[in-house]
């Protein structure tokens, strides 16, 4: 009897340790500062909770009332659009289409400084010279409209757009066509050339139609920002022999974001292509330093002014050069050491999309970069060519033509030599002959960004969450892992651990596990390296429940073509009617 008692006891002392631990397992999991093991629909006191959080998270909305975003693939005809417009130009055409002629809004990108400046009234005028091959229209026209609009009429004496022979006989008409329905006929001069000269010859052609006192050459797919012409105006009357360039900030291809272009210098390597350098030590110290002119050995040669007379004088481009590559180079030695200078005008800002790839090649695809290059090595690098020779050995027995004329134009100008320019100029160009204390002090004077490894970066995350597909017990799941780069994605019943949570950034980022990010560069969605910088791993959606995902590169909605497990998360056209691309995010 009294082991009977005692199993009684017991069993109600074992019933009374449950009921209490189950109660405070209960309570503390729906305290709303812990939410690690929550179900995975939220009910009740959680739910209150995150109704009452969804002004803290949930940031990255596309517009409920039918995504508008300007990328967003609706039909077969958009993804057409897109995909030849990347071909075509190297840069999403559906996006540049639907942005238009002009763009009324552009960030200031420029230092607080630049605002306070007031110019002379009294400015030479400019004559701006697009050259444009194959462009797509709203790009162009986007160029020109810009121009105009915030440029004052005072200042703008020509915008003289030549067409270099483009491939489609309808693209000089549309642009004809613009001209006259936009009523520009007194200040946009087209011209047409009678066969395919490339860039450096096209310019050529422009700047001898010329007249303005100042020659501006510009890309034909830029947006000129706010107050940019007067103050590379102002610098090329108070220094007729300086060349001046604008900062050149960048408009994304895919999706044609305007952002800031950080302060840097141009330079190049012992392979003669151009490069961006890090500001020498001490030259950003304080406030006026922002809006400095900055001393460049070398300019991007894609836009900037020049005094029409002094560039007559100092010759123009190399004629010989072929279609593209190299020009911008042989201008900048040619400059520097026949007296001239180069600067770079931090208070004059104009965006440039920045293409994916060159979307067209020289007759017969020759390789003119290495024709042009050569031809400068020979003519101004003096003994110094033989570290380019060196990176191209293969170049030895191509033909560059003859640049008799060029040597005698060095002799005429009385220019200096190249090892002048590399000691006067750009002291810090390493040599492959420098010794290592040599070495050493060069690269001490150049101000290098801290490197902080991509991994180890600071993010702020606004949300966290499982990403459901909506009406079934599935969610996001990757196939070798979340520590796998470029892992693919497969749908796994829903779990709360590190291969299921996601983070949420301030920059539209989606993290795996505080790890890699979301990318759909590769076609099919995977998760990489966090970039921070392309637009193929920023994802918009419109709230917690039955959203799409949408990425913002792709212009496609993260999908899948069938709801059971293992099935592949793919990118498919946004269908707003679609339950294969409906998700819900799930608070974790």
């Not at 160029?143 to 000089?172: C, F, G, M, W």
């Amino acid at each position: 009897m009294n082991g009977y008692k005692f199993f009684l006891f017991g069993c109600l002392f074992t019933s009374l340790t449950w009921s209490l631990s189950l109660y405070m397992y209960w309570k503390l999991n729906t305290r709303p500062d812990n939410y690690s093991n929550v179900k995975l629909f939220r009910k009740e006191n959680t739910f209150e909770y995150v109704k009452k959080q969804k002004s803290k998270y949930f940031k990255n909305h596309m517009d409920k009332s039918g995504i508008n975003d300007l990328g967003i693939i609706k039909t077969d005809d958009d993804m057409a659009t897109r995909d030849k417009g990347y071909k075509d130009h190297g840069f999403n055409a559906l996006v540049s289409l639907r942005l238009g002629n002009y763009r009324e809004t552009l960030p200031d990108t420029r230092h607080k400084l630049c605002s306070t400046i007031k110019y002379d009234q009294n400015l030479p005028s400019a004559s701006i010279i697009i050259c444009f091959y194959n462009e797509h229209p709203q790009a162009l026209f986007r160029t020109i409209q810009s121009v105009i609009r915030r440029t004052p009429r005072k200042l703008l004496h020509e915008v003289i757009l030549i067409n270099d022979y483009s491939d489609s006989e309808n693209l000089h008409k549309i642009v004809d066509q613009y001209i006259n329905d936009e009523i520009l006929q007194g200040i946009v001069h087209l011209k047409k050339t009678n066969k395919r000269e490339g860039l450096i010859r096209a310019r050529l052609f422009g700047a001898n139609l010329a007249t303005g006192q100042v020659l501006i050459f510009l890309d034909s797919h830029v947006e000129v920002n706010t107050d940019w012409i007067q103050p590379l105006l102002t610098r090329v009357r108070d220094n007729r022999t300086q060349i001046i360039a604008p900062i050149i900030d960048i408009i994304q291809p895919d999706t044609f974001d305007y952002k800031s272009s950080p302060l840097v210098r141009g330079g190049f390597n012992w392979g003669l292509h151009f490069k961006w350098d890090s500001l020498p030590k001490g030259t950003l110290v304080t406030d006026k330093d922002f809006v400095k002119p900055i001393k460049t050995p070398t300019i991007a040669g894609g836009l900037f002014a020049v005094d029409r007379e002094y560039f007559n004088e100092i010759g123009q481009y190399d004629s010989g050069m072929n279609i593209w590559g190299g020009e911008n180079l042989e201008l900048s030695f040619r400059v520097w050491m026949c007296g001239g200078s180069l600067y770079i005008e931090p208070c004059s800002r104009v965006g440039h999309v920045f293409r994916q790839h060159r979307p067209y090649s020289a007759p017969n695809n020759e390789d003119t970069m290495a024709r042009n290059s050569l031809r400068l090595a020979n003519v101004w690098m003096d003994d110094f060519k033989k570290f380019f020779i060196s990176k191209r050995m293969d170049l030895l027995r191509l033909d560059y033509g003859d640049v008799s004329e060029r040597k005698a134009l060095r002799t005429k100008l009385g220019c200096n030599n190249f090892e002048w320019y590399l000691e006067n100029v750009y002291p810090e160009m390493l040599l492959p002959t420098d010794e290592a204390d040599r070495l050493s002090k060069k690269l001490e004077n150049v101000d290098k960004p801290i490197f902080q490894p991509w991994n180890k970066r600071i993010r702020n995350y606004t949300a966290k969450f499982l990403i459901n597909l909506s009406n079934t017990n599935l969610c996001i799941h990757p196939i070798k892992g979340h520590q796998t780069k470029n892992s693919k994605l497969v749908l796994r019943s829903c779990i709360r651990n590190k291969e299921q949570i996601w983070y949420e950034t301030d920059k539209e980022e989606l993290v795996l596990s505080k790890l890699l990010c979301l990318d759909s560069a590769s076609g099919n969605p995977v998760i990489g390296k966090c970039s921070e910088t392309g637009s193929s791993q920023r994802w918009k959606h419109t709230d917690d429940k039955g959203t799409a995902f949408y990425n913002l590169a792709a212009g496609t909605c993260l999908s899948v073509n069938e709801k059971r497990i293992n099935a592949e998360v793919v990118m498919n056209i946004c269908n707003n009617e679609s339950s294969y691309n409906k998700w819900n995010l799930v608070i974790v």
